[in-house]
């Protein structure tokens, strides 16, 4: 299977004096792919999407565009849309002139001009609103209107930088929904920018982690879910039931470690495991661990008292201690009304298979 590439970045580096926004890079986009950059304040993110437009010059590397250089091309030649939190209407032109406007500076008849507008309002469901202005506009609509006006010269690629950083939840749901389906209806390759991982998983076909200016992993969003390369990542990408434990062996596929005070967990190391020390970490999902019934076992057991339980809806979470006082928490369905034995003070057992228990570099 060989993707077409739309863009690629090699070896690229970028300082702001002795220290680096961004160390040697290298990543590919695939054409029509949703990438996703995801990382802490501070990670490199802003940087490497300002070195793809061309905003930012690179200290080092090359940048190449459908299969050509790129590296030192303009902005304008280089055919990006780019939709920034901060990326502003203009307050004194109608919704119609503000969409008109890349097309207008790219002098395409008034004729032609119309058609377009019309349509990318419809793409964006505010058919009704070209002679309003910005500020007769919600948030959310307005940011509609943005992402309009960079669709509607049809670049083959858009960038987005935190592009919902300033709207508010149940906005951020819509628009989230909105951004993806202009990708498929598109078909356009976005590199969208967020520190959210919740958005960077429900929109991606693939996330790039960074970290202190460099990729810590870079995969689908199951990749990361289920296989987090290290702790950063697991933490990054919310995972609970982080703890450290020693090596006791690894024979085959079978790991097994020393955790919570002095006990055995068994793990399935699914990939070659090579520890240059002793010291790990592993991680349990919440929804790996079960609550046992009676005579039920599993391949790590624990004995537990549950210390608090949340119902949030369609989800119950129970946090119990184990004996050592090393707290967990669990996560089901809420399939029925909570039962008795497992209320706050109750001893319970937990347990999860091996293959749940993901060992990470400490
Ligand atoms: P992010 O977008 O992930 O929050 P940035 O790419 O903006 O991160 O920044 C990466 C690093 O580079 C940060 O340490 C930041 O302080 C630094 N940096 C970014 N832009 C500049 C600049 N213009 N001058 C000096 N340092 C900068
Ligand atoms: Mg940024």
């Not at 202190?212 to 702790?231: C, K, N, T, W, Y």
């Amino acid at each position: 299977m060989s993707k077409p590439i739309k863009l690629r970045v090699e070896g690229v580096s970028k300082r702001y004096g002795a220290a680096y926004a961004l160390k040697e890079t290298s990543l590919i986009v695939y054409e029509g792919e949703f990438l996703t950059l995801l990382g802490p304040s501070g990670s490199g993110k802003t940087t490497l999407l300002s070195i793809l437009s061309g905003l930012s010059i690179v200290d080092s590397g090359e940048i190449w565009i459908d299969e050509k250089v790129a590296t030192h091309t303009s902005v304008h030649e280089r055919g990006i849309g780019m939709v920034f939190q901060n990326y502003a209407l203009f307050p004194h032109l109608t919704i119609y002139e503000n969409i008109a406007f890349p097309l207008r500076m790219r002098k395409i008849s008034e004729k032609e001009i119309s058609r377009k507008v019309g349509e990318v309002l419809e793409v964006v469901r505010l058919p009704q609103v070209p002679n309003r202005f910005p500020k007769e506009l919600s948030g959310g609509q307005q940011q509609r209107i943005a992402l309009a006006r960079c669709a509607v010269y049809e670049p083959t690629i858009i960038l987005m930088d935190e592009p919902l950083g300033a709207l508010d939840k149940k906005l951020r749901d819509d628009m989230q929904l909105e951004i993806k389906r202009l990708h498929v209806e598109l078909g356009t390759t976005i590199v969208y920018v967020t520190h959210d991982q919740e958005e960077a998983m429900s929109m991606s076909d693939r996330i790039c982690l960074m970290r202190d200016g460099a990729i810590e992993q870079l995969g689908m969003p199951d990749d990361l879910h289920f296989r987090p390369v290290s702790r950063f990542a697991a933490d990054f990408l919310g995972a609970s039931n982080i703890f450290p434990a020693d090596v006791l062996s690894i024979a085959g596929e079978r790991i097994e470690l020393r955790a919570f005070g002095k006990a055995r967990v068994i793990g399935a190391a699914e990939r070659p495991v090579e520890f240059n020390s002793h010291l790990v970490a592993f991680m349990i999902r919440p929804e790996h661990i079960r609550i046992l019934e009676d005579g039920e076992t599993a391949n790590n057991v624990f004995s537990a008292m549950v210390t608090r339980t949340i119902m949030n809806g369609s989800i119950t979470r129970h946090y119990v201690a184990l004996e050592n006082g090393t707290e967990l928490v669990t996560a089901e369905f809420t399939l029925a009304p909570m039962r008795s034995d497992r209320r706050v003070g109750r001893n319970v057992r937990i347990g999860w298979s091996a293959e749940h228990t993901i060992v990470l570099p400490h």
